[in-house]
């Protein structure tokens, strides 16, 4: 009997110490909100970079990662830190996320700097955030809005449009890009007839249609939420004919809005951060064996947020937050190998020998000196009931 209690003791002993030496991670993104639909194929790619480390074997001598999700609601920034407060008391040594821009300056100031962890967002995207103080401790795979707005305004500007009112959620995401947007697009030549916030969360947006239509315009710009205020506006101007052509923000571009309105769309066009280079055709392979459409936008910025994560602590020799800090720049640009999807055990091997790799990723990672994406662009126009990409920007 002895003999039998001991043993069942060392059995749960082993795979304690297994659940103990397990590297903690966590994923913040808007599982509820205005972005809800765009956020589980977010996640699953994040989870698919974690896990092909994990089954590597070569993660820091054979770690495994395990991964504790939280809702940063995209637009509450009290609950956002709240759960951000519980992933940093649970000892996650690192956070992928958070998604929208003002949750995600939330998080990086009363969270995640004074705690020493790092953040890498895969889509927040607010000017604002190139001078947060963040102690070196905030990255982010999808570029700014500084660049986003102005190559929304250069397809615009093809697109042949010559007037265009603007509207725009009314928090940092949506204030930023729009004035990018308006000041590029009037620098093109084309006539802003209106600019004007709308909240979220609201059941009818026909006053704010009719304020729109009042000023005129070939086309509206939408900056904002496809699950939320955008996809009203959208509603409204179509209810009431008053606009057909619909500009869209890298926030309203999502398979569910296409599913929504359909064929209405046919005439409507907008960008989000991405490429068509060698990475992201190799991560749609990747995500597909997976189980993960990736087609929705940023899939494979949260992949590569995961990844450089991952290959920071392989290069550091140590699973804590103060070494992924000191090393997320050094996996990420040059010098050396280059590092595409699914090659994630060919780069932790490397590093362990010594060696130097340049993370490319799905979106051919290149961060600036402080810690974001120079990022490229995809234009976007809905065929076939389906976002469909037209070109690279």
Do not use: W
């Not at 996320?97 to 020493?116: L, M």
């Not at 500084?146 to 603007?166: E, F, M, N, Y």
């Amino acid at each position: 009997m002895k003999k039998i209690i001991l043993t069942a003791f060392l059995f749960v002993s082993i795979i304690s110490t297994n659940v103990l030496a397990d590297i903690k991670m966590g994923i913040i993104l808007g599982f509820t909100g205005p972005i809800e639909s765009l956020t589980p194929a977010m996640a699953g790619s994040a989870e698919l970079a974690f896990k092909e480390a994990s089954d590597s074997g070569s993660l820091l001598g054979g770690k495994r990662i395990s991964v504790e999700r939280a809702d940063s609601t995209c637009v509450d920034s009290a609950a956002a830190t709240t759960a951000a407060e519980g992933l940093v008391s649970n000892g996650v040594v690192a956070i992928m996320g958070a998604d929208c821009s003002g949750v995600t300056g939330a998080i990086a100031t009363n969270v995640a700097v004074p705690n020493g962890v790092v953040m890498i967002s895969p889509s927040a995207t607010s000017p604002g955030l190139t001078t947060l103080d963040d102690k070196g401790f905030f990255f982010r795979t999808a570029p700014s809005d500084a660049r986003g707005g102005q190559i929304l305004a250069d397809i615009t500007k093809d697109r042949k449009v010559k007037s265009v009112a603007i509207t725009y959620t009314n928090n940092d995401y949506g204030k930023g890009l729009a004035d990018v947007y308006a000041a590029a697009v009037k620098a093109h030549g084309i006539k802003v007839t209106t600019t004007a916030a709308h909240e979220d969360g609201k059941a009818d947006y026909s006053a704010e249609v009719a304020t729109l239509a009042s000023a005129g315009g070939d086309a509206v710009a939408v900056i904002g939420y496809l699950d939320q205020g955008g996809k009203g506006i959208i509603q409204g101007s179509l209810d009431s004919g008053a606009f057909d052509t619909f500009i869209l923000s890298d926030g309203m571009i999502g398979q569910s809005l296409v599913d929504a309105f359909g064929k209405s769309l046919s005439k409507s066009f907008g960008s989000l951060p991405g490429s068509t280079g060698k990475g992201a055709g190799i991560f749609t392979k990747v995500a597909k064996a997976g189980g993960i459409d990736s087609s929705g936008p940023y899939t494979g910025e949260s992949y590569d947020a995961a990844a450089l994560i991952t290959l920071a602590m392989q290069a550091g020799g140590k699973a804590d937050r103060a070494t992924i800090q000191q090393n997320v720049m050094s996996v990420a640009n040059a010098p050396g190998k280059k590092i595409y999807p699914g090659e994630l055990k060919k780069a932790l091997d490397l590093l362990a020998k010594g060696k130097a790799i340049n993370y490319e990723g799905a979106t051919g990672v290149e961060f600036t000196d402080v810690g974001e994406a120079f990022g490229s662009f995809l234009e976007k126009e809905v065929r076939g009931g389906k976002f469909k990409t037209k070109k690279q920007r």
